[in-house]
């Protein structure tokens, strides 16, 4: 049952974000369409028992900034409202140039000095996320980002 779940929220998410807000991810004040070879990454991470406000610290303090230092645009981070999902579950999109650039951008902040150390210190107690997934999309051709 909790596959199931999991299933409906990321395409729930990605139904909803591509349909209202992933056509306005801001840069810089200015609202920015994407260009239609960009791909977007729906990521869910589940974390382990307790450990939602640490990983969420993660992506707060470190992650994000660092994803854009590798070329990893953050479109939007959510957390679900209703339990049990809301007790261990965020949910982020990026934006990749290509599925290549996602490649390479993930390569270089998986080796990053300052991701490496903060992971470990984040995990020191013990791993924050218990599984991730990971869908690639595109824009469809009725989609606002085209």
Known sequence: MRIDVRYGVM????????GVFL????DGG???RAQSSSVFELRTY???????????????GYAARIFERHGMK??????????????DTLI??????????????????????????AFEELNRDGRLAASVESVYMEATDFSPLQ
């Open 11 to 18: 395409v729930l998410a990605a139904v909803f974000a591509g």
């Open 92 to 117: 982020y999109i990026l934006q990749h140039d290509s599925r290549e650039a996602a490649q390479q951008s993930w390569d270089a902040f998986r080796n990053d000095p300052e991701w490496r150390a």
């Open 74 to 87: 953050n479109v939007g981070y959510w957390v679900p409202t209703d339990a049990p999902l809301s007790d």
């Open 46 to 60: 589940t974390a382990n028992e307790g450990r939602l406000e640490g990983l969420k610290e993660e992506f707060r």
């Open 30 to 32: 200015k609202v920015a």
């Open 23 to 26: 056509g306005l991810a801001l």
